[in-house]
């Protein structure tokens, strides 16, 4: 059986289990066992197929058209290198997420209102990246949409959860009108609307600008870019957690796809001045969204603006391919390009990594609000350690994943004076100082978030009784605090695996690093720059061991206790430690003021008043201020104005019907 039947055949039991999860839907517990066994051995089996293709058959397409969708169309499918690739970001996140559901859905309130759409939302995705027809696409693109609308809405009797799932609802519907825009330039007037005929149809340059431009404003929606990122903090804590972690690490992957398969493999080469849009707003959303997830004590909120940061780091790398390819430089540009894959990858899985070790902490807690934690290191040391590998892993430290694909996006900066334009030779510096601001800002959010969750006293009863979870929990997040660490030690068999994506798409690829000595690889010249994870990993275990050693012989082993230091403060209270809100102080008063508008209110009784005094932190989010909300009340405003054409007397309809003809005639008698 070929690699595209084979994914075919799982997307179509993912769509069945749908169906068994609406039949089982009298015996939740017998359901969430069925549902998610099922669909761990489907995304198991489509991941396997897809890895299996990526690295055997990465030269070769399949294609396949079924008599579905539009009548003279069909569906067109096709399985290439770079649908290889997202498909095994997505089965393994489906994969993983599923062993994690085994043992957290148990804890679900009303699993009747996840267990049908969580496989539906799979195959949604599958179908995404297999798609190659404008129509099939936008069909499946709308089904993931739905049904992960439907994950968001699944506790829907909290009235924050409805807003987020009609925020998330609105964005995903102008996402989708700008894709369908930019499909409907692409097809032109010959209404080619299948990929393969528009990959070979010649487009205008102002039509590719603008295709690359909507391309941004409909992908970017759904991946989070600012500042259309607004429904993506509301809707991915809503979610119940192994959702949260498919929609962060997954879905916004998707979207990721949909703007590489368009930009660089159906619209050729760019012009220079469009990388640097992606560029500029690559660089702005890393920024911006790590200051956002600074000023959170919510922890899965945290979490989804720090997806934020991300995915500007991943554009932020394809505008670099970009602006590397219009010019014709084929080696950068793959570097850029593979770092952009190699982070895709590399966020899939810490990002997960992360999302399950919040839900491990809300499932034996019932607590989102880090204020509210603390001290879990002894209540759950297992969870602790992974979701410590999870934070060094997307704060970018060595010897984890995260190190390396920024470390490449860094290199392929650095390739940047090459450039002849001067704009990108102003541009791209710039952008990259951005990005070591917010690789700096991460690892102080991962700081504050570790451990004010789980180190120190516990600030409220909630951490006095938990425990750790279950073994399925545990088990999917060992599993992806191995491949954090692998992927980071051995990052040279991620790099050749991507190479030929890059080769298909870019027509130029990095060299061969698996035959280096010593697990060492090298992007272009080792005079530009090499790394070899395993010795760093090697160093670091060394070091520590050595230095655990001699603290251990130097001490004079007697033991000493007394209470710990208070920075000057006697109370023994928990409340006296650091908050969430008190670490990133100093970071919100240097960006606070100019981009939340932020400012401490302090409410300090006079002598004699018995009435404690408070400090209240104000931070405005300025986006939605500014942007949406005016919008918002806009439309309010005209449709309130425009309900009195419901009260018009028949003179007044048939007034309005012939001033409505008259302006058509107008409009077709003028068109050339």
Request: charged share 10%; net charge positive.
């Amino acid at each position: 059986m070929s690699g595209l039947a084979v994914q075919l055949w799982c997307v179509a039991a993912l769509l069945g289990l749908a169906l068994v999860a609406v039949a089982l839907s009298r015996s939740p517990r017998l359901a969430t066992a069925v549902i998610y066994s099922a669909t761990l051995l489907c995304c198991a089996v489509a991941a396997g197929s897809a890895l299996t293709w990526l690295l055997l058959h990465a030269d070769a397409a399949a294609e396949s058209v079924l008599p579905i969708g539009l009548p003279w169309l069909g569906a067109h499918l096709r399985l290439d290198a770079l649908a290889a690739f997202f498909l095994v970001v997505v089965n393994l996140g489906g994969t993983l997420a599923s062993l994690y559901a085994l043992g957290y859905g148990r804890h679900e309130h009303a699993p009747q209102r996840v267990l049908p759409f969580y496989p539906a939302f799979l195959a949604g995705m599958n179908m995404v990246v297999l798609a190659a027809d404008a129509f099939s696409y936008l069909l499946s693109w709308e089904f993931m949409s739905l049904a992960s609308w439907a994950l968001v809405m699944a506790h829907h009797r909290v009235a924050a959860n409805r807003r987020a799932g009609y925020v998330y609802l609105l964005m995903a519907s102008f996402g989708t009108l700008m894709l369908l825009l930019a499909f409907g330039l692409l097809a032109g007037t010959a209404g080619h609307y299948d990929f393969a005929a528009i990959r070979i149809a010649p487009h205008a340059p102002w039509i590719a600008t603008l295709v690359l431009l909507l391309m941004l404003l409909g992908a970017g929606s759904k991946a989070g870019l600012v500042p259309l990122h607004v429904w993506l903090p509301q809707a991915h804590p809503a979610a119940p957690s192994h959702v949260s972690a498919l929609m962060s690490g997954v879905m916004t992957k998707v979207a990721i796809y949909g703007f590489i398969r368009v930009v660089f493999d159906l619209l050729g080469t760019p012009d220079w001045s469009t990388s640097g849009v992606v560029l500029a707003f690559g660089g702005v959303t890393a920024a911006v969204g790590i200051l956002y997830a600074l000023m959170e004590s919510d922890l899965k909120r945290l979490l989804a603006y720090s997806t934020i940061e991300n995915i500007g780091v991943v554009f932020v790398a394809l505008g670099l391919a970009l602006a590397f390819q219009a010019n014709d430089e084929k080696l950068p540009a793959a570097l850029a390009f593979t770092a952009a894959l190699f982070h895709v990858f590399n966020h899939s899985l810490f990002k997960s990594l992360l999302f399950f070790g919040a839900g491990a902490v809300l499932s034996a807690t019932g607590e989102r609000d880090m204020d509210r934690l603390g001290g879990l290191i002894h209540r759950m040391p297992v969870t602790s350690v992974v979701f410590l590998i999870g934070a060094i892993a997307i704060s970018a430290l060595p010897p984890f994943n995260g190190f390396v694909s920024e470390w490449l996006i860094f290199q392929a900066v650095l390739q940047s004076p090459q450039l002849p334009q001067w704009g990108l030779k102003i541009l791209v510096p710039a952008v990259g100082a951005l990005m070591a601001l917010a690789a700096a800002l991460a690892a102080a959010c991962f700081v504050k978030a570790y451990g004010v969750t789980f180190l120190g006293r516990p600030r409220g009863a909630a951490t006095g009784s938990a425990h750790e979870v279950d073994r399925f929990s545990l088990s999917a997040m060992a599993i992806l605090a191995a491949l954090c660490l692998a992927a980071g030690v051995l990052p040279g068999f991620v790099m050749d695996a991507l190479a030929p994506i890059a080769a298909d798409i870019l027509g130029g690829r990095l060299p061969a690093q698996t035959p280096l000595a010593w697990l060492s690889f090298v992007p272009i010249t080792e005079s530009r720059g090499s790394y070899n994870g395993l010795l760093v990993a090697l160093f670091i275990a060394v070091s520590a061991s050595l230095g655990f050693v001699a603290i251990r012989l130097v001490s004079s082993g007697a033991v000493r206790r007394g209470p710990a230091w208070g920075c000057g403060f006697t109370d023994p209270a928990p409340l006296a430690q650091y908050s969430a809100a008190g670490f990133a102080q100093p970071i919100r008063r240097v960006f606070g003021t100019l981009l939340f508008r932020a400012r401490d209110r302090v409410t300090m009784p006079p002598p004699g008043d018995v009435a404690p005094a408070r400090l209240r932190i104000e931070l405005h989010d300025q986006v939605w201020e500014r942007i949406y909300a005016p919008l918002a009340n806009g439309i309010v405003g005209a449709a309130v104005r425009l309900n009195r054409l419901q009260l018009l007397t028949i003179r007044g309809y048939l007034s309005l019907v012939f001033a409505t003809l008259v302006t058509l005639l107008l409009v077709l008698a003028i068109w050339p």
